[in-house]
Structure formats: C-alpha cells, structure tokens
C-alpha cells in the first residue's frame, strides 16, 4: 500500500507561480511510477506530469510543457509540482498518484494509477 497526501494548494493571480506538494508512504519511491493529475469542475481527471519508476526520467501534458516542472526529494518521499505562468484554465484539484509495476514507460490515463491523495485545490483568478 502506497499513502499519499498532497498539501500546498491555493488562490493565486494568472501569472503567478504555485508549488504543491505530495508526501507518500508506505513503500520506497523507486517501486512505483508516481506523478500528477488535476479535475476541473465538470471535467474529466487528466494527466498533469509524473515519473518513471527509477525516478530518472520526467513526462508532462503539452498544456503544461514549459510551465510546470515536477521534482522530487527522495529523502523525504515527497513529490512536487512546482507550477508558473499560471492561467485560469489551470484551476482544477490537483491529485498525486501512484501506479504499481508495468511495462510501459508513459502511463497518461487516470485508470492506470492505484493509489490517489485526497487532492489540492488550486484556484487561478483572472
């Protein structure tokens, strides 16, 4: 089992820069894909960006290529999404979760992912 609690949320102005945070448990990080989605109101989940599973590589959204940047701190296990030039579209919950095993090396849909924090609220005004 995997925990995840995301923290970090808020209001800010278009433009601005937002990071949020997801604090995991349970198992090491190396053992499992970890990464980001976000659900606007009425919207389907989408894939934000995440991680492969060794942590060596990274994979984003093209809506948010160039803006977002996810990191981690292994010695913590927590993830980041540090998130700039910020736009109204982006208002959504913002989720951090993780996938066990697999094959592949892109995991985009929300179904593939196992584990989900309770989620962020990140609030965009323009």
């Known amino acids: 089992q995997v925990q995840l609690v995301e923290s970090g949320g808020g209001l800010v102005q278009a433009g601005g820069s937002l990071r949020v945070s997801c604090a995991a448990s349970?198992?090491?990080?190396?053992?499992?894909?970890i990464g980001w989605f976000r659900q606007a109101p009425g919207k389907e989940r989408e894939f934000v960006a995440h991680?492969?599973?060794?942590?060596?590589?990274?994979y984003y959204a093209d809506s948010v290529k160039g803006r977002f940047t996810i990191s981690r701190d292994n010695a913590k296990n927590t993830v980041y999404l540090q998130m700039n030039r910020l736009e109204p579209e982006d208002t959504a919950d913002y989720y951090c979760?993780?996938?066990?095993?697999?094959?592949?090396?892109?995991?985009?849909?929300?179904?593939?992912?196992?584990?989900w924090g309770q989620g962020t609220q990140v609030t965009v005004s323009s």
């Open positions: 979760a993780a996938k066990d095993g697999g094959l592949a090396t892109i995991y985009r849909h929300w179904q593939q992912y196992d584990y």
């Open positions: 349970g198992r090491p990080f190396s053992t499992y894909t």
């Open positions: 991680f492969n599973r060794s942590g060596s590589s990274t």
